[in-house]
């Protein structure tokens, strides 16, 4: 086994809502199982109008109801040092794949985060979005929550080193 950390960058258009809750729910996953030490977390977005901001106050809420920690800065993707830094990069929706490839990725090192959920192994990019709460009500944040949840699990088991 590698003594290098396995580095995971989860990605969203704003990086105050999606890709936030998904690190702080990998984070707390990793965490409960014993193997933090073995992955490096991040999250960023491939816009930048929030950057330095904290997460929207409705993803801290929803993180709150769930007990799950969160600490936030919201940060724009960098390009070759993230690619460098990170060994998965992991998209919310498609237009995140579409942006992260103009932003200098390689399409074949971005993949979709809810690929990694059981439930919906096969479907196809079109079920594996994570659908953008931002414009919505509450409930679309605990939707996003339990989304974020199955595909994290299922990423876990996909990811941890053996
Ligand atoms: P996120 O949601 O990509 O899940 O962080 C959004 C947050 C902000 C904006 C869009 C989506 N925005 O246009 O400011």
């Known amino acids: ?3 290098q950390p ?13 890709s936030p809750a998904a690190k702080g729910i990998f ?3 990793v965490e ?4 933090a030490g073995r992955f490096r977390i ?13 997460a929207d106050p409705r993803t ?13 800065s919201a940060r724009r993707f960098a390009g070759a040092p ?3 830094a990170f060994h998965w990069i992991l998209a919310m929706d498609r237009q995140n794949v579409i942006d992260l490839t103009r ?11 809810r690929e990694f959920d059981p439930a919906l192994a096969g479907r196809g990019e079109a079920a594996w979005e994570v659908a953008d709460p931002y414009y919505g009500g509450d409930s679309g944040f605990q939707t996003m929550f339990e989304h974020l949840t199955a595909a994290c699990e299922g990423f876990l088991e996909h990811a941890l080193p053996r």
Not at 6 to 18: D, K
Not at 32 to 35: I, K, L, Q, T, W
Not at 42 to 54: I, L, M, Q
């Open 27 to 29: 984070q707390h996953l």
């Open 103 to 113: 932003m200098g990725a390689p399409r074949t090192r971005v993949r979709m985060l």
């Open 32 to 35: 409960r199982r014993g193997v």
């Open 60 to 72: 801290i809420a929803v993180m709150a109801q769930n007990n799950v920690p969160l600490t936030h």
């Open 42 to 54: 991040d999250s960023c977005g491939t816009g930048g109008w929030h950057v330095g901001r904290g």
């Open 6 to 18: 396995v580095g995971v960058l989860f990605v969203c258009l704003g990086n105050i809502c999606r």
């Open 82 to 84: 993230d690619l460098d």
């Open 1 to 3: 086994m590698s003594d």
